[in-house]
């Protein structure tokens, strides 16, 4: 069995944006559409004005302007764009940094600490654990960081440890893991979950595009399908040569890899059923979506002996971020939260969400 994701358009920056055990990133997902209608908001002022006081512990509109930063890993914000996100997610903003008041005051009351190098060394191992769950040679890594961070890995990992959020998530973590060891204990069921909906074959494709194409342009490109699948059927053939050369898809630059993905939700159906029925190695015959012909070669598969450490670990992740949501809510219900007058929040929580520091790839044939 071979090692092994395609590193999709933000997979990577994802985990390294995550990169300890409970940190938070933009989620597209849950962000409105620029058409959707605005969200009244409350006037922001200078940056040392106060934004709420949190048990007499006041965050100011810098530390907002901070998290923004921090939370979308983009130092490159024009100031109109950053003063438009603090708007648009200006009460999430503020639940999560309230939040932050209150983890690390009851952190304080209990003698939790976090050192520089804890940090780092949780930096460098999810980045490890990524790499190595992902077929990743260290020196592919060390090229993905450089390109997509503009500096090397271990540049990389001491600027993300120095950076006071990071600290304060896994100082977070630390607190549940004290409290709360029972609540986050995981189960052999727990981690059979974990498998049944992990992402458990890595497959490489060759799409032949049909959208907008005529019948008569369908039929040519059938035909022309159908000429590859037997070139890629034939002893010895190059498959990520073939998609490279043929491939309508992005990924021929890649040799067609995809990468991991799980049966349900990651790609369309009919090329998810195909190619969850292959072994590995094996090539399917021709699979039209509605994005073309596809010929699917399964490269990898995983099984349970070989992914349950993993499994088990990203299970007593999202037990552990459960139960910080469970005791953020107790937290706040004891505290003592003002705002000043005209800065109330005037829309619900949405649009940050907390990640696994190892997240699943979310490519789609044809679609990116």
């Not at 490279?244 to 040799?255: E, H, I, L, Q, V």
């Amino acid at each position: 069995m071979t090692k092994s994701k395609k590193i999709a358009g933000c997979a990577l920056v994802l985990l390294l944006c995550a990169a300890v055990t409970q940190s938070l990133v933009w989620a597209e997902e849950s962000a409105p559409t620029a058409t959707a209608p605005a969200a009244q908001t409350p006037t922001t002022g200078p940056a040392s004005e106060t934004a709420v006081t949190v048990n007499g512990k006041i965050v100011t509109e810098a530390d907002l302007d901070e998290a923004v930063v921090a939370y979308t890993q983009n130092r490159q914000l024009q100031p109109g764009q950053l003063q438009m996100i603090k708007q648009r997610y200006r009460a999430q903003i503020l639940r999560v940094l309230i939040d932050e008041k209150l983890f690390e005051a009851q952190a304080d009351k209990e003698n939790v600490t976090v050192t520089d190098q804890e940090v780092a060394e949780r930096i460098e191992k999810d980045l490890q654990d990524y790499a190595r769950n992902n077929g990743l040679s260290q020196e592919e890594l060390d090229k993905q960081v450089q390109e997509r961070m503009g500096m090397n890995l271990k540049d990389y990992v001491a600027q993300r440890a120095a950076e006071p959020f990071l600290k304060r998530m896994l100082r977070r973590t630390k607190l549940i893991e004290k409290r709360f060891p029972e609540a986050i204990q995981v189960t052999d069921a727990d981690v059979q979950a974990e498998f049944d909906k992990s992402a458990k074959v890595r497959a490489s494709h060759i799409l032949i595009d049909t959208r907008n194409k005529t019948e008569e342009e369908k039929a040519a490109a059938r035909k022309r399908a159908e000429e590859i699948l037997a070139e890629a059927k034939k002893p010895g053939a190059d498959f990520a040569e073939l998609a490279a050369k043929n491939s309508d898809c992005p990924s021929k630059a890649r040799g067609g890899d995809l990468g991991f993905f799980a049966r349900e939700g990651a790609m369309v159906e009919p090329f998810a059923k195909a190619a969850y029925e292959l072994k590995e190695g094996e090539i399917s015959d021709i699979v039209e979506t509605q994005f073309g012909y596809h010929i699917i070669k399964v490269t990898d598969v995983k099984t349970f002996d070989e992914s349950s450490a993993e499994l088990r670990e990203l299970a007593r992740r999202q037990k552990i971020n459960d139960q910080m949501e469970k005791y953020s809510e107790e937290l706040r219900k004891d505290a003592k939260i003002v705002y000043p007058e005209g800065k109330e929040p005037t829309a619900q929580p949405m649009g940050l969400q907390m990640v696994k520091p190892a997240p699943r790839p979310s490519t789609r044939p044809a679609a990116q």
